[in-house]
């Protein structure tokens, strides 16, 4: 494609919502940036970003959603499970990358059909097969990272290292070879770094070699953000990296914040009403992302130390399988009406408009599980974060807030819940420890004004970097100008 307005991206997001909803928010971002974008998925994910979408089409941007059938049943899954946070337990993990790597025909039958012809597939990078489709296609293949910089050398020294491997689960060993001292512990690192379920070994190989043979990596983040990680990861990788975030940005209007990754609706205007009877910078929004690890009676601790704190707050109850069993627990507890009649807390059951309560202006501090996308939103808000970390790479961005940012102060959670070890006590959390981090992040000394300026500075870098000139935009551009460039080039090899 020689002009821009034909260059197509072709997208083909992991089902995960960690992993969908960013790359839906790419898709807006490149084609606000004046070219074709295509979201590949299936029924029951496409209707959670449609009506999304749809705000930006309506406004004249190029997207489309087009959708092939899960096989799901034909990998031994119940009908219905779609997306990783529908599955009935983590032992089906295996069979849902099974169904996802059964995409790949259909996939490529859709794709000799589209029209103007794809310039470039950018897929999450555990949709492994799509490398050999862009191959067939004779595509660049570049993938859709969803971690950070910062994670994602820390994960690479320590593999190249392994002095992880040393250590016992508690002893706290330094990272090496990175610009600060990061201190972890065994017990507190993804599961691609420990033995890990076997099971899993070969959707992580197949993960690795694809991405040994991409045409390079995009990474949700912005470079002022992270940047001598960024330079070190760039190192490493030895080939193309586009830091072109933070995407949620491409969420301008309010109802498009408030459309983002919906799944059942919960009425936002209520939640915003309670929000502006609310002080200025008083509320704490704790949310804990999509999947949610924790057992019912950690979650409990979360929701005592929440009222413990003596502060508003909003809690996003997102307890999967223990949703139940939490519910019960509230309603016995009669903890809703507790928080209610002193007009001090909120639940959201299910789905929370996040990024557009982040930015309500009654909202002050940000309790967070450290997701990589939650942690990003967290920073576009200009909010303090209170960090409160539960498993994969996690651990390792709570470092980043609370060590190299220096906007965070840590709840204190000492494994992830993948060990298995919550129910000891103390391993992961206790309401006294939610309570004190709530009141240091408040705390009006010099160390809580140190972290709300240092806050609101990342906010103002982040919304600068996508700005025309700005560093992200530029990367936009960039890419889109090296994606032109090898159509060239291939179609000049052909004819
Ligand atoms: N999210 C949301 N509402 C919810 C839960 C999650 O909008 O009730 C969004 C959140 O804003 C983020 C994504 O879902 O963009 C979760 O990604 P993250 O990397 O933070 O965590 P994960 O869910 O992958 O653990």
């Known amino acids: 494609a020689?002009?821009?307005?034909?260059?197509h991206f072709v997208l083909v997001p992991l089902m995960s919502p960690g992993h969908l909803i960013p790359m839906?928010?790419?898709?807006?971002l490149l084609a606000q940036h004046g070219v074709i974008?295509?979201?590949?998925?299936t029924p029951l994910n496409t209707i959670r970003f449609k009506s999304g979408i749809d705000h930006s089409v309506k406004s004249g941007l190029q997207i489309r959603i087009l959708e092939l059938e899960f096989p799901a049943v034909q990998a031994g899954m119940p009908k219905?499970?779609?997306?990783?946070?529908?599955?009935?337990?983590?032992?089906?993990?295996k069979d849902f990358f099974v169904a996802a790597s059964m995409l790949q025909k259909p996939f490529e039958l859709l794709f000799s059909d589209l029209k103007p012809k794809p310039s470039c597939i950018i897929s999450g990078k555990n949709m492994a097969?799509?490398?050999?489709?862009?191959?067939?296609f004779r595509v660049p293949r570049i993938f859709f990272d969803g971690m950070g910089c910062f994670s994602s050398t820390c994960t690479q020294k320590l593999q190249s290292s392994k002095v992880h491997e040393v250590v016992s689960n508690f002893q706290p060993f330094v990272v090496p070879g990175l610009p600060h001292r990061i201190e972890l512990t065994k017990s507190q690192l993804p599961e691609n770094l420990n033995p890990?379920?076997?099971?899993?070994?070969?959707?992580?190989?197949?993960?690795?070699?694809?991405?040994?043979?991409?045409?390079?990596?995009?990474?949700?983040t912005f470079e002022e953000l992270e940047l001598e990680y960024v330079e070190e990861f760039k190192k490493i990788k030895g080939g193309k990296v586009w830091c072109i975030g933070p995407v949620s940005a491409s969420n301008k209007s309010e109802s498009e914040k408030a459309a983002r990754g919906k799944t059942v609706s919960l009425d936002e205007n209520q939640c915003l009403k309670w929000l502006d009877l609310q002080q200025p910078n008083s509320v704490v929004y704790a949310s804990l992302g999509s999947i949610c690890g924790l057992t019912c009676s950690q979650l409990i601790e979360l929701g005592l130390g929440l009222e413990a704190s003596n502060r508003p707050f909003i809690w996003v109850l997102r307890g999967g399988e223990k949703s139940k069993e939490l519910e019960k627990w509230i309603e016995e507890e009669r903890f809703e009406e507790r928080i209610k009649g002193k007009g001090r807390g909120f639940l959201i059951k299910g789905w929370s408009p996040q990024i557009l309560l982040l930015c309500h202006p009654s909202v002050g501090a940000f309790l967070t599980h450290c997701g990589w996308n939650s942690t990003l939103e967290g920073c576009c808000s200009g909010l303090p974060i209170i960090t409160c970390p539960l498993f994969a790479e996690q651990f390792i961005n709570e470092k980043l807030i609370t060590e190299v940012l220096g906007t965070g102060v840590s709840v204190g959670v000492k494994a992830a819940v993948t060990w298995g070890m919550e129910e000891k006590s103390g391993l992961v959390m206790q309401r006294g420890d939610v309570k004190s981090a709530i009141d240091k992040i408040f705390d009006k000394g010099v160390q809580g004004e140190d972290?709300?300026?240092?806050?609101?500075?990342?906010?103002?870098?982040?919304?600068?970097?996508?700005?025309?000139?700005?560093?992200s935009y530029l990367n936009i551009e960039a890419l889109i100008q090296d994606i032109m460039q090898q159509s060239l080039s291939s179609v000049e090899a052909t004819s």
């Open 129 to 136: 097969w799509t490398v050999d489709s862009a191959r067939k």
């Open 80 to 93: 219905g499970c779609e997306n990783m946070d529908s599955l009935p337990s983590r032992d089906s993990i």
């Open 24 to 28: 839906v928010d790419l898709a807006k």
């Open 451 to 471: 972290r709300r300026r240092k806050a609101k500075e990342i906010a103002k870098m982040a919304k600068r970097a996508l700005e025309e000139g700005g560093s």
């Open 37 to 41: 974008v295509s979201i590949i998925s």
């Open 196 to 220: 890990g379920s076997p099971d899993l070994v070969d959707v992580r190989n197949k993960m690795v070699a694809a991405e040994s043979i991409s045409d390079g990596i995009i990474v949700n």
């Open 2 to 7: 020689a002009q821009k307005s034909q260059v």
